[in-house]
């Protein structure tokens, strides 16, 4: 991809020090785009490792996510492409591949979807890091204690009790430095300034039905009336309930042999593997707002 572009003049000598970036670009569809801002990376030395793009053909905008290893730094990288900046009006961000995220769960009573969150992350496969788990139930303690998590639990029911646990998410975030929020089956509604100050990076998991069950117990709502198709959808959260764009889904066949304690086991199956897969592929930067939809580059 960058043999084809014009080599600077004087390129940057290799350096053994290589760093690999990640690079996401978001502007109004143009030709020209890719030229200007690969031009970029082969001006400071860089390698393209790995490359997706998308024009949206309902809101004519242009999605670019590079993997670029290069011994530039990111201020190197910053000053090559801000002409391609100023000429197509880019909306970016540079980070480095692999970074952990720095993550804040809300939980509720069900452990399942926090223990696997942990748990990958303990094992390497997840780019998170969680500093805090805020619950509004002490279910949860243990859990944390387990994997060695800091653990706060503030009550949701009673005046001013939901407001008090929200300035303590605020909280959280500025304290912690916190750049994605995860409600792994937090069963409390944000407030609509919540939603709008976490807009594009809290991520919300809903078991999904055909048709759609609400209430305390959704697996038994799905036995009684015979449904052949369970799930579980991840989506970013906004005031709209259960409406945010959806970043990854996950639907399964079943049949009137399962009884309701099954598909509540093979629900939330499907709820923790689509939570893992949304959050990863946001942590590494794949995951872009196109309006009410989301580009995910896989």
């Known amino acids: ?13 290799p350096s053994s020090a290589q760093h690999e970036y990640v690079l996401t670009v978001v502007c109004a569809d143009a030709p020209g785009i ?74 509720s009573t069900a452990k399942h979807c926090v223990n696997d969150l942990l748990f990958q992350v303990e094992a390497g496969h997840l780019p998170i890091e969680v500093p805090l788990i805020l619950a509004n139930h002490p279910t949860l ?11 706060e639990h503030l009550p949701t029911k009673g005046e001013g009790a939901k407001a008090a646990f929200e300035d303590r998410v605020r909280a959280a975030i500025a304290e912690h430095d ?35 069950f609400k209430g305390a117990n959704p697996y038994r709502q799905a036995h009684a009336r015979g449904v052949k198709q369970i799930g579980a959808t991840a989506h970013f959260v906004t005031s709209d309930l259960d409406e945010g764009p959806i970043i990854e889904q996950e639907v399964l066949r079943v049949d009137h042999t399962r009884s309701p304690q099954e598909l509540m086991a093979i629900g939330q199956d499907a709820e923790v593997r689509t939570l893992r897969q949304a959050v990863s592929w946001f942590a590494q930067s794949r995951v872009l707002l196109d309006g009410s939809r989301t580009v995910v580059f896989r």
């Open 34 to 107: 890719v030229h200007a801002v690969t031009g970029a990376i082969v001006e400071v030395g860089g390698n393209i490792t790995e490359s997706r793009q998308f024009e949206s053909g309902t809101t004519h905008r242009f999605y670019l996510r590079l993997q670029v290893s290069t011994s530039a730094s990111v201020e190197e990288l910053e000053s090559a492409l801000a002409p391609a900046v100023a000429r197509f009006a880019l909306e970016h961000r540079i980070d480095v591949v692999g970074r952990p995220l720095r993550t804040l769960i809300l939980g």
């Open 1 to 13: 991809m960058t043999s084809a572009l014009p080599l600077p003049q004087n390129p940057p000598e």
């Open 178 to 212: 916190i750049e994605l929020v995860v409600l792994a089956r937090y069963m409390q509604i944000l407030s609509p300034e919540l939603c709008a100050e976490l807009a594009g990076r809290c991520i919300n998991i809903h078991h999904s039905f055909l048709p759609g």
């Open 141 to 151: 303690e243990r859990l944390a204690g387990f994997h060695s998590v800091p653990f």
